[in-house]
């Protein structure tokens, strides 16, 4: 027994404490070293974020070097499957091309409308933001945590909290900022958190990423009455966000009512970030 | 010049896991498939459980650390937690190495499924207590699986490369 209790005792040093013929380090000295960085990442001095902010920059743009061979297999393989679903994606495009004619009649009665009702509010004003475009320089799809990195830091103006949109939907917001790349936490992440407005009933919401292509709302009010085909808009609450701005839509995922996003989170490429205050002038 | 070029061979072979490594921690190519999620699996860990089985010095720890901090950097998680992960992982090859009289793929196997179960844990545990980052545990879950299944086919492959890294060294 006290021989058995030795040899675990040697095997266990062994592995932690003895350094191979070509190594430097020890495994025991390297997990030290490992915790020292992880405890080091709740401290937010100046010179630390600034030696923080240059190894990511570094890394960024290995990594968006490195991915190159698999970016251009990858899409290679999707092109090739394309091409065998073209024909079928042309008449489905045809008939909603028909459908669209039939609404487009419709949308101008109701712009017209709108531009009319706009005026009378006073305020025209909803979607007047600055917005700056941005490419993704790496998407790693990690089936853990949804982020991609943009190519642009804090040098080109972009800060924490920043929404990002992708064309007119809104699709995260900037986590992290560098000197030269950010990271945005996109709204299908499980940390997301994105205080909503449910259109046309105007129930307020939170709505939070699952990690999946749709998100859950919470704290809906009382006796609420979603149906499918709703439209999420972000609310604007806490001045964090612009209030209006599309989402996605309420559709019955899963046996539930989910949103599902108006853009595929999966294809971000070039996006706007909006890098006007949402509470200047107010 | 025949010399040379052996050496250089061999040393290219040698070096072959230790690119692959590094390549997977900064790369964005991952075994994380659109439609078949499920089989998603973390091919870095098995690399690491198998080279520090057959030899720790042909990855070298502080590569394996290095890849761990490349990795959270890239995956936007606090730095040192891949890396304390990784080297758990090799801690256990280095522990069952030591053990192990004549090594087997299939007994190799059926220790890798409580080592990357245990460190697993632990990855999800610092996350969740100490950062509070919110992880899908049963995707995590899911994950650990499938990369326990995918060790013998890996393996095997490794082993293609071990056996010929072999033969260099013996020439």
């Known amino acids: 027994m006290v021989t ?21 380090f020890s495994l025991l000295a390297l997990i030290i070293a490992s915790v020292i960085l992880l405890s080091l990442e709740s401290i937010n001095s100046k010179s630390l974020n600034f030696v923080r902010s240059a190894i990511k920059d570094v890394i960024y743009r290995t990594s968006f070097i490195t991915s190159i061979p698999g970016n251009v297999i990858g899409p290679m393989f999707t092109n090739i499957q394309g091409h065998f679903e073209i024909y079928e994606q042309y008449e489905m495009v045809k008939l909603k091309l028909q459908q669209l004619k039939d609404q487009q009649n419709q949308i101008s009665y109701l712009k017209i409308e709108n531009d009319k009702l706009k005026k009378v509010i006073d305020d025209a004003s909803v979607f007047s933001y600055e917005t700056i475009t941005s490419k993704v320089l790496v998407d790693k799809e990690s089936p853990f945590l949804k982020s991609v990195i943009l190519n642009k830091g804090f040098n080109s103006g972009l800060k924490k909290g920043m929404p990002i949109l992708k064309g007119p939907y809104f699709v995260g917001r900037i986590t992290e900022v560098n000197y030269l790349s950010s990271r945005v936490l996109l709204i299908s992440d499980l940390n997301s958190k994105i205080p909503v407005l449910v259109e046309p009933m105007g129930y307020q919401a939170i709505m939070s990423g699952t990690g999946d292509e749709f998100a859950l709302l919470d704290f809906l009010p009382k006796n609420h009455q979603l149906e499918v085909g709703n439209l999420v808009y ?10 209006g701005i599309p989402i996605g839509r309420i559709e019955l995922i899963e046996e539930k009512l989910r949103v599902k996003f108006f853009s595929d989170l999966n294809q971000l490429y070039l996006i706007n970030v909006i890098i006007s205050d949402p509470m200047k002038g107010r | 010049m025949f010399s040379f070029r052996g050496n250089f061979i061999r040393r290219l072979l040698n070096l072959i896991p230790l690119l692959l490594l590094l390549f997977l921690a900064f790369s964005e190519t991952d075994f994380d498939f659109d439609k078949l999620s499920f089989l998603s699996f973390n091919l870095i860990y098995i690399l690491i459980f198998y080279w520090v089985l057959k030899n720790p010095d042909i990855l070298g720890y502080g590569f394996i650390f290095l890849a761990g901090i490349v990795n959270d950097v890239v995956v936007g998680l606090p730095i040192g937690v891949s890396s304390i992960t990784y080297l758990l992982l090799s801690g256990f090859a280095a522990y069952i190495r030591y053990l192990t009289v004549q090594p087997s793929l299939i007994f190799d196997w059926i220790v890798f499924a409580p080592s990357i179960a245990v460190t697993n844990s632990i990855y999800f545990y610092i996350l969740t207590i100490f950062f509070d980052v919110k992880i899908n545990y049963i995707t995590l879950a899911l994950n650990t699986c499938v990369t326990i299944l995918f060790y013998p086919i890996i393996g095997i492959l490794f082993s293609f490369l071990a056996n010929i890294i072999i033969k260099e060294r013996n020439v």
């Open chain 1, 4 to 24: 058995s209790r030795d040899d675990f005792s040697i095997a266990v040093r062994s592995a932690l404490l003895k350094k191979g013929v070509k190594q430097k």
């Open chain 1, 234 to 243: 972000t609310s604007g609450t806490g001045g964090i966000f612009f209030s």
